[in-house]
């Protein structure tokens, strides 16, 4: 989840309050900011749940307590002066990150705080909505620093976005002095090292130009020479991505927070080859909720008037119309309002949600478990009255576990014959961990490993599971089949086929189904004290004594009595 | 007087002028050591027996220990590497390592060590060393060398002590007994000891013949611990599951059953969460390779979610400005919630069309990329249910919850508003632990979104929760390691002894 941080002078000074931080806390945590700890410079961090984003910074964290406070109701929309300025997109942008918006700020008086802000919520950005840059990316120049004379259009100064060669332009990014190619940058920077993934495959690299020359390589790292400063006044944001809303919307999120410090916005034209935009977008949004549903989701009678009460706390414009349907406004920098049922979750949180009282829902049905669940507990009652210990073991383990350690060797594509938990198992792609790539095919290499890690605790050990194996299977709709497996083990000094065989029937005979014990041979038991499970004619497990190379590879001094077999055969 | 054989014996093998070690009288009356020491003890009851008690230490060399006794102490073969450098100023530890073979723990070990004994200084990842000492004069490694040679000079206790930090020692302590006559002891036997005609075993031949009538019972120790024994018994965490479910089967809810393996469609798409989610990165998904996607996805539906990630539901519906690639629908994954289960049945896939009211529930395994330690498990079990009705409302979501978990000792839960991609509202819930009183998320709830609902065909209101079955397990058992609870990790120890206070 996001972390936000804050210094709670600046959220006092914004939000207009004389609280002390404790109170603070409470109140932001009405917000759904968890108090989480404090920085090294001692501004203290809040977490929250990724659908308000424009609260990564202290503007827009102290914009919503102002409107928890009651000092400010309903939409508000910062004034914004006309474009002088044009980003034009040339048709050489890469196709991979096509999109471009961005706006001018002028009369800005930014401390070492308010710059530091401004960075924080850049990043935060990046790392939420802009997906680690893939998706968008933010440059912040000092617009001083842009030259960018223009005779043709309305608008008398431009930058521009293309694309160019890794090899092309030089320039001194920023945290450098040397003079880079992009190609360079990607390889000789750290920042470039960083997000050099992002643009590698490109055939041409995203770049951002003015008269001087390359000041900005997107989304990797800008120039040295538009990098802004506590002295920069003016900024030029520019943002580029691969989805023209996302960036939009980042693009508002900073623009709010820097009007909230005293800037003023100046649009800017974004010209495509085809189509030109008028940016940042500021306008409001339109959603219809009917007061019937806003009723019915909160479970309370509410009068119209205090329905547009809560949504004007909420920041947001309501105006009733006929039938007691709410025509709402939601302002830009709401990325999270994406049909009315968020509208209502805005009225329910301006109500207070812990001030309902819990209902029941007066419907009836019946309950009751799963065939599944009922048969197994059947047979592991049966087992534990037998003195098994139930276990239960992870479904993830290894090629190693499965069949090499059970002497067994792996065959991708085995034989209907081939022994009991030879399967194609289900792999997994990047596994953290090379004891867990694999679904497990049985069951008992995970006793085993149980017995392996217990060789301390006093004998007997009888174990039992029942749970998960799988197996590829092409005819099945996920192309696995899953089944639930019943493995048991005896390790104790005596242990033989007998006692394995014995527990076998008595399972057998409580559950109601025939058991046959032909004789096969399997590599994980011994030659001739191995038997095939056959329940009601089916061939269903294997029953035995574990082989000796497998105790040993297992640390286990003494024998072991296993079988397993398909609970399905149960039915 | 009579008397048991075993303590007639005893009592004739005592002495009154001395002590004589019960080892000694087994070893003469060819009895076991625990029957002649029981029978002391009831002799010593009996006040005719004194017995002495003397404990004895004994030290030895532990594996560790051993090994520094032969190749000598790490700080010391550090000290030695440092001075054949000729270290009078500063050497980098790296180049130190191989002379002085050390790796490992034991680098750590030397180093501490070695600037506690103040063979010299260690600072900024160089030693240098005070070279006028004498490592052969080291008190640690001659005492190391005297408890290997067991030689009868005991090293200091103070230097044993050290030792014993170190872990390179082990004491321990044996206590051995003796037995000497008291005044009643010897009197008994002038006046002459019988043995008592008593039976150990109480016989079929006994009860068939009438002769036990007329025999003696030998007394038990009724008192004393009987050899442990380990019943079976179901898994302490499978037992809480059951639990779990038979509440939820009280309240009405009928269990589901699905795929653990199953496409990413059912286990992302179909809940509305957008394909660039952070948890569906590779990072945290178990994708598979084998299988790597299935070819079966019922394709109106896949329309309809599909137009809701892009579109929205409703007129004024906006849907996520993400990419959609049916294709990654199509991948296959183990599950990373248990909500794929909840889509199958909500569609209809599962066991046909479902008209309000309804109530579900499921608690089986979900999986995480993550890495295995005390609190994280890359599977584990999911609690999940929801009701599906013509209106529901959030009072109706409180109460059923309220309800769910109050059979759980967990009273005065508290609904935090909270943001998911599949529900809204949604709500964080906090409970009090029953024991320790503090506030604790036990749970994540909501209504489903018109996002998920629509594309499924459901006309009607559902809320649904999650919770995992591991932290109520760990909460009700006190398992500090999540390890022990799940998993081939587990310590047999751990769930012999675990109390079931269900």
Redo the contacts between chains.
Sequence with gaps: MPVVDINTDELRQLAATEKDDDELKRDLFAL?LEYEGETDDGDLQFEF????LDRLSVEGVARSLRYQYGHDRGVYLPTTNDPEWVIEVEESVPDERPYVTGAVVRGLDMGEEELQSLIQLQEKLHATMG?QRA?GAIGVHDLTMLKGHRTDGDRSKSITYRGIEPEGDRFVPLDSDAELTPAGVLSDHPTGEQYADLVADYERYPAIYDDIGLFSLPPVINGRRTEVSTDSRDLFIELTG??Q??IDKMCTIICYALDARGGRIERVAVEYPDRQLDRPDLSV????VAHERIE?????DLDADSVVDYLERAGLDAEVGDDRVYEVSVPPYRV???????V??DV??AYG??D??????D????????D??RRE?AV?DV??????????????SSERECFDRMNLSFDSDPSSDAPFGVA??????????EE?TI?RTWALP?LL??LE??TH??YP??LSEIG?S?A?D?SE????H?HRTVAAVLARTDASYEDAKARLQAIAAALGVTLETPPTAHPSFIDGRTAEVVLDGERAGVVGEIHPKVLLEHDLELPVAAFEFDLAAME | MKLPRTQAAVLEAASATETRPIAEIADETDENRTTITRAAFELEESGLLDIVEETTESVSLTTEGERYDEHGLPEIRLYRAAVERGAEGSVPIGELLGPADLDGPAVEIALSNFARKGYGEIENGAVSVDSGLDPDSDAEAAALSEIAGETDDAPPGSVLDQLERRDLVAREESTARSVALTDDGVTALMEGVEIADTVGQLTPELLTSGEWQTVDFAEYNVAADAETIHGGRTHVLRRIADRVKRVLVGMGFEEMDGPHADADFWINDALFMPQDHPARTHWDRFALSDPEHTDDLPEELVDRVRSAHRNGVGEQGDGYHSPWDEDFSRELALRGHTTNLSMRYLAGEAEGDLEPPQRYFSIEKVYRNDTLDATHLLEFFQIEGWVMAEELSVRDLMGTFTEFYEQFGITDVQFKPHYNPYTEPSFELFGRHPTTGELIEIGNSGLFRPEVLEPLGVECDVMAWGLALERLAMLITGAEDIRDLHGTLTDLDFLRTAEVTL
């Design positions: 759904g749940a990724p659908d308000r997906r998706k691969t989805d809303w996302t949004t339109r959603k219809t019915s989701v909160l479970g309370i999270d309002v994406l049909h009315s049922i968020d209502v979750d329910g949180r949600f812990n309902l009282e819990p209902g029941y829902p419907v009836s049905t019946i309950g009751g478990c799963h599944r669940t507990d592991r087992l534990v009255g037998l003195g098994f210990e139930d276990m239960l073991n992870f479904y993830l194609r198992p289900p792999t997994i792609t990047e596994p953290y961990s867990y679904v995970s490993m149980v890690n217990n605790r006093s050990q009888d998960l799988a590829v092409e709709e996920t192309k696995v899953e």
